[in-house]
């Protein structure tokens, strides 16, 4: 600090050196003297040199040693400031309002009187004194405007505003109604006072207009094409941000929230504005979708992918509904589960197995034509999941084994358990919407099974397949079913020389065998045993086997056959007229004779029969299965059965004699048991006589009488040659009879009263003789079936005495003398 040689007080600064291109400032603070009344001018000087002290080059340009800078000062001043509350005023037709604010200041150093502040309002816009607010002004006058359309005048008055003061004065007046477009107005204050000589004033600009109308939608755009359709829902709480600046070039940002339509509307001044969308009030995940899309600005999207709608420049009274947002979210999943269709159904059962570790692959295009493919493996449970996916035409494929068939897809009602695969192609077609998690995706697959059996000739009738037994070529056998799918299965195939036959390939379902029958055989017992690979299956009427179910991948033998022909047991019943158990030719058949059949199958199953002889006395029981079988011949009353055993196989009987029974007999296939015969004959009876031959002549004359109490024996051998005795004892009228004797050839032995003689044999006839021989009182006699031989007689006789004496009739008198 330099007190100069006038009474001045310099300040000065040594800067140094400078560089070129430099610059230094120096503030300070000077205070006027507060009794200066007059305009002092404050003036610095800078002086400079070149490094080295020499002076500029002469004329160049912006170089000299000395400049000088100069201010006016002054201890007395005023300012004035009136600005709108806004620079920009929306107005609506019928007018709007604007507040204006008037601030006074007193910078200076002296006090200042005799203020007066007039404010010009230009023509249509009408102050109200009601709505005035001051802090300095203690009156006011408010002038008429100038007809027609002149300013309004207000002015208003204060005495005194002290050093460093400031007062402020709000007011409020309607813009002129019936504006139509954006107008500017401009508004004049100034102030005088009694210490000022000129007068201090500002400007202030106010621009009127309708306001503009700015909005939309924001939407969910489920499909991801960019066009907002049916069914997709607005989006609330969307943050939507329109920032800029109007036209006066002030920055202005607004924001609004969606309402619960998506819809959103905000009011702006005319300007240059950008408008965009907060993506974080997006749910997560989220994308903004393709941009103007198709012709129809007022379904499209105009959001850019980072939610900036566009920058729209727009005037007074502008209207743009049409700034939409369509977003859609990557949050979409796709899954589903493989397993493996066991039945081939197309439904997943519980019992089903899962497959795992197959690889499952999703490609496709979302809406803005970006192409991709992914690829997962399918876990323990077959469930494989394709997560964070756009809006997407996808295309699922299955990486199947080459043995593996799609079951069918689509089936009934539950999608939560069928499969959907093509059929032809493997693959599910299908598009994914904005965040839709689309479950049950999924493919079952199973592979072919098949059904064999076999066909064997069943010898001994059991029902079971033994080791020896021959297999049957060249039967034919259907197989009959419907296959999971639900589609009918008619196959004909032909037993090998094993008798073997297999249906491959098959599609798993429901199968039925049957076996065709035979002209000649017959089906053998069904389910015999306990072992089920050895038994036969089919029904012995129609040759099918009970159905069999067919698993994926899976043999199952559906069902054996076993045939047998048939067996036969036949034979005769004949009248054994003599009795040895042989048939003789010229022995009569025996019609109407009962015979049954007894016996077990080769299954074991009882079987019982009964039939009757024939005219010529035979009999037959026929399509039999194999088994043990005997008949029992029912003996007809009066009668009896010969002698079993006798003569051949084919004369003889068989018969028991007691019981009627055969021996059993054991018949394979096809066998035939002949010659099961029975003989029959009506017992034998003999008898009649024995009397009292008076006379002696050898015939049973009138008068003659039986003799009692003797004993008359039967011997002999029966026709079978067995031995045969039995005894009568005549009654009171000498008759005897021996009944139940087989056929035979028999000595009858008559007995004799003491000293009785037999008579005369075989004298008159067979009816009247004696037949006792004379010496041992024995007669012959053969008995055949049924005969009774009643002329069996004895007669016998006591001998008298004759005496005299034998003379010689000397005399010849006739006459015995002494």
Known sequence: VVTSLFGLVLLRWDLGDMAAGTARVIRYNAIPGATTSTTSVNTAWATAQRPDGSPPPAGAPGFRSTDTASAELSSVGVEISKTPDRQVLPFVPGGGRAVWQININNPAQTDLTGLVVIDHFPAGVVYDPATTVSTCADSVEVADPIAPAGDQVVRWSFPLLRVGESCAISVEAAVPVGLTGQTTILNDAQVDTDQTAVTVANQAKLVAYRPVTLGDLVWHDLNGNGIQEAGEPGY??????????????????????????????????????????????????????????????????????????????????????????????????????????????????????????????????????????????????????????????????????????????????????????????????????????????????????????????????????????????GVSVTLTGIDGTGASVTLVGTTDSSGYVAFKDLVPGTYTLTYAPSSSDQFTALNSGSDDKVDSDVDRASGAAPAVSVESGTGINGGDAGYFTPVALSGRAWDDANGDGIQDSSELARQGVTVTLVGTDGAGNPVSATTATAADGSYSFTGLAPGTYHVVFTTPNGERLTIAGQGTAITGSDADETTGETAAVTLVSGDTAQNLDAGFYAPATVGDRIWEDLNGNGNQDGGEPGVSGLTVTVTGTDGAGRTVSESATTDGTGTWSVAGLAPGTFTVTFAKPAGAEFTTLGAGTAATDSNAGVGDGKASVTLVSGQTDSSIDAGVYTPGSVSGTLWFDSDGDGVREG
Request: hydrophobic fraction near 30%; proline fraction near 4%.
């Open 236 to 473: 609330e709480n969307a943050r939507v941000t329109v920032s800029g600046t109007d036209i006066e070039g002030n920055a202005f940002s607004q924001s609004v929230n969606t309402d619960a339509s998506g819809n959103w509307t905000m009011l702006t001044p005319p300007g240059t504005f950008t408008v965009s969308i907060d993506q974080s009030t997006l749910p997560s995940s989220s994308s903004f979708t393709l941009r103007t899309i198709g012709a129809d600005a007022t379904v499209d999207s105009n959001s850019d992918e980072n939610g900036i709608l566009g920058t729209i420049t727009v005037a007074s009274g502008d209207s743009n509904i049409s700034l939409d947002a369509g977003f859609f979210r990557s949050v979409g999943s796709i899954s589903g589960v493989r397993w493996h269709d066991l039945n081939a159904d197309g439904i997943r059962q519980s019992t089903e197995p899962a497959i795992a570790g197959e690889t499952v692959t999703i490609s496709g295009s979302d809406t803005a034509g970006n192409s991709g493919s992914l690829t997962t493996v399918t876990d323990g449970n077959g469930y494989y999941e394709f997560t964070d996916l756009p809006p997407v035409t996808f295309r699922i494929t299955f990486d199947e084994p080459p043995s593996s068939h799609r079951s069918p897809s689509n089936v009934g009602t539950d999608d939560t358990v069928d499969s959907d695969a093509d059929l032809v192609g493997g693959f599910i077609d299908g598009f994914l919407a904005s965040g839709e998690n689309r479950n049950n995706v999924d493919e079952g697959t199973y592979e072919l099974g098949g059904v064999v059996g076999y066909a064997w000739n069943d010898t001994n009738g059991d029902g079971v397949r033994d080791t020896t037994e021959p297999m049957r070529d």
